[in-house]
Antibody, heavy 123, light 106 residues
Framework: EVQLVESGGGLVQPGGSLRLSCVAS????????MHWVRQAPGKGLEWVSG????????GYADSVKGRFTISRDNAKNSLSLQMNSLRAEDMALYYC????????????????WGQGTMVTVSS | SYVLTQPPSVSVAPGKTARITCGGN??????VHWYQQKPGQAPVMVIS???DRPSGIPERFSGSNSGNTATLTISRVEVGDEADYYC?????????FGGGTKLTVL
C-alpha cells in the first residue's frame, strides 16, 4: 500500500523552529518529486515547498523562502522540512504529497497525500 | 504571481450535474489538476491534466480546460460528493491552488 506518514508537528513559540518528517512506503521513493502543502485552520490549500527526485531542483513559496528548508534522504525514504523563524501565519496542518510521474518536477498532480501533521505557533 | 479564482460555494440537487469553475489568465495553456477534500480528511486527486481521471475515481467526474476557465464537472451528483474541491496548477515551477469551492448537495 502506498503511504505517506508525517510527524514532527507540535506547539512552538513565535520565532521558534520545528522539523517535520515524512516517511514513504509502497513505492520507489527516489523516483518521485515530493512536496509539502499546508492548510491553515478553516482555510484552503497552500503549496509550501518541493524537491525533485534527485534533490537537484528545489522550490519554495515566497511566504516561506529563507525560513524553511526542504530535504530528502532517499536511502531512508524520508522527506523533511526544517522550519525556522516561525510566525503565527505558519500555523497549519502540513501535508506531505507525492508528485504523480517519475523523474519530473513541477508539472504533475499531487497523486498521494499523507494525513498531515499540525503545527501550532503560539506564545 | 498567478491567481486561480474559484466560486466559494456551489449547490446542487442529488442526481443533477455540478460544475465547479477555476478561472485564471490563459489557464487553457496550462495543465489543471483537481482535488476533493472531505471534512477531516486529506485531499484526494480526482482529475489530473485537465481531464484525466485516476483509477478509482468514478466516471461521473470529468474535467475540461479552455481559454480562461477550467471546469470540474460532476454528473449524477451523490450525497457522498459533498466536499471542498480545489484546482491546482504549476506556474514557474511553483504550485498554485485555487481558493476552493464547497459543494453542497441539497
Amino acid at each position: 500500500e502506498v503511504q505517506l506518514v508525517e510527524s514532527g508537528g507540535g506547539l512552538v513559540q513565535p520565532g521558534g523552529s520545528l522539523r517535520l518528517s515524512c516517511v514513504a512506503s509502497g513505492f520507489t521513493f527516489d523516483d518521485y518529486a515530493m512536496h509539502w502543502v499546508r492548510q491553515a485552520p478553516g482555510k484552503g490549500l497552500e503549496w509550501v515547498s518541493g524537491i525533485s527526485w534527485n534533490s537537484d531542483t528545489i522550490g519554495y513559496a515566497d511566504s516561506v523562502k529563507g525560513r524553511f528548508t526542504i530535504s530528502r534522504d532517499n536511502a531512508k525514504n524520508s522527506l523533511s522540512l526544517q522550519m525556522n523563524s516561525l510566525r503565527a501565519e505558519d500555523m497549519a496542518l502540513y501535508y506531505c504529497a507525492k508528485e504523480e510521474e517519475k523523474h519530473s518536477y513541477g508539472s504533475d498532480a499531487f497523486e498521494i497525500w499523507g494525513q498531515g501533521t499540525m503545527v501550532t505557533v503560539s506564545s | 504571481s498567478y491567481v486561480l479564482t474559484q466560486p466559494p460555494s456551489v449547490s446542487v440537487a442529488p442526481g443533477k450535474t455540478a460544475r465547479i469553475t477555476c478561472g485564471g489568465n490563459n489557464i487553457g495553456r496550462k495543465s489543471v489538476h483537481w482535488y476533493q477534500q472531505k471534512p477531516g480528511q486529506a485531499p484526494v486527486m480526482v482529475i489530473s491534466y485537465d481531464g484525466d481521471r485516476p483509477s478509482g475515481i468514478p466516471e461521473r467526474f470529468s474535467g475540461s480546460n479552455s481559454g480562461n476557465t477550467a471546469t470540474l464537472t460532476i454528473s449524477r451528483v451523490e450525497v457522498g460528493d459533498e466536499a471542498d474541491y480545489y484546482c491546482q496548477l504549476w506556474d514557474s515551477s511553483r504550485g498554485v491552488f485555487g481558493g476552493g469551492t464547497k459543494l453542497t448537495v441539497l
